[in-house]
């Protein structure tokens, strides 16, 4: 395994994002931008590396973790005045550095290895990632002698008329032997259109001293596009999206109509689950198989196990067994537990409760900080009053009991086993196992009283 250490350079102001926020933690299916790179630099076997952070640093070093190493530019005074910061870090370490930007989220293993086993076997101070994209506007051009040896990069706005035409890119990658990379930084000035330290400076540098700088050209035309619009985040997005989804269905997922599947980067599916049009799968979720989710379903950090099906439901942070029915029109919120064969109908909200084994909550219902047992029947219109203001209280039901329909089960309240709640209680007390629960008016009948009241209406 080639051996090198790298720098993501992250501290840039990222201007053209218009964000209140740090460009690089902009999520692309769930992933900050700057996991990619991250990703990508472990995969080719980076052994150390440092993310160079400045703007809105805290925010940046929380998203970077333990991954790497964070290093301070107080000042964001161009790429070449990022890398310079990183000089200290590195004391004492002589070999290759592998230096790229914190929104290069098209940069994949395979070209970093290209990148750097031709730099270590052309022995060159510098070889550079360029690539050919549809349209080279905006990135910094690679400029070449007759010969094709690369002469130096001219940034966009740099550029003259004919410069401009220039069709290959540089992808903001490059390897460089450190101690020449270091010398050629110590002489950089900032004469150009932005006043910066341009890093893409030292290539012309090392060539006029006579070092070797060698360039690498990715096949993939996207590889030089970083993020720098909310256009291009969108675009990421949609490339990152339809890959994910071609990997889960080459897995064995069904997909009706791929194009209205979302699905993030953390999420797993298994085999012969179908997922209908109009569904979002996001965060840390995982789906087993045979389970039918959609359509119009969101499941966010979920575990949903096997031979489940959610039609039109709303799942955050909740467990779903087995052969579970959810939907349509319900929301399974925070800490909600749904143990196997049980089934959660329509307009039904569950939140911080269990349900045990077979029991079934089909119509119109509010579950919050409830336990409920196995073999249970929750009526259409049950509600448990489980907030008083000021406190959040438990309502426990246990196995096998029924609950007439409209029945509000006032918190904190148990209903013992086997027990019925006749429809209409509003229950405030407990009820012990086996017993019928009542708490509703009597009722009346007023013999004749709509005669009159016909009367009254006569002749309308
Ligand atoms: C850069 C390259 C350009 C290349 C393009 C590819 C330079 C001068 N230009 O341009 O040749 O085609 O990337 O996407 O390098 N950053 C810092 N500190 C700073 C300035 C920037 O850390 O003072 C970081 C940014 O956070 C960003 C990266 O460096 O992650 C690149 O900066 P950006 O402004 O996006 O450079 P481009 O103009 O896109
Ligand atoms: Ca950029």
Redesign the pocket.
Known sequence: MSRFQAV???????TRMRSKFP??IHEICGKPMIAFVLDALEAAGAERTFV????LADLVKETVGTRATCVL?A????????VMQVEDALLGYEGHIVVA????VYLKEPDLNRLVKHHMSTKASATVLSSIPKDPS???RVAREASGKIRR?I?EKDCSPKEALIKE????VYCFEKHHLFDALSRLTPNNIQG?Y???DVIEIMINEGLRVEVVTSENPLT???I?TRVQLAEAERIYRSEIRERLMLSGVTMVDPETVFVDFDVTIGKDTKILPFSIIQGRTTVGEDCIIGPFVRICNSKISNRSSLNNAVVIEAKVGDNVYVGPYAYLRKGTVLAESTKIGTFVEVKESIVGKNSKVPHQTYLGDATVGEDVNIGAGTITCNYDGYYKHPTIIRDKVFIGSNANLVAPVEIGKGSYIAAGSTITEDVPENALGVARGKQRNIRDWAVKQHKKGAGK
């Open positions: 993501v350079l992250a501290a840039g102001l990222g460009k690089v160079v952070v400045g703007h530019q000042e964001q005074k161009g790429t070449g005045h990022a930007a914190g929104d290069a905006g990135y910094g990069i940034e890119v540089n992808s903001s910066e341009y890093l893409t030089a596009q970083g720098n």
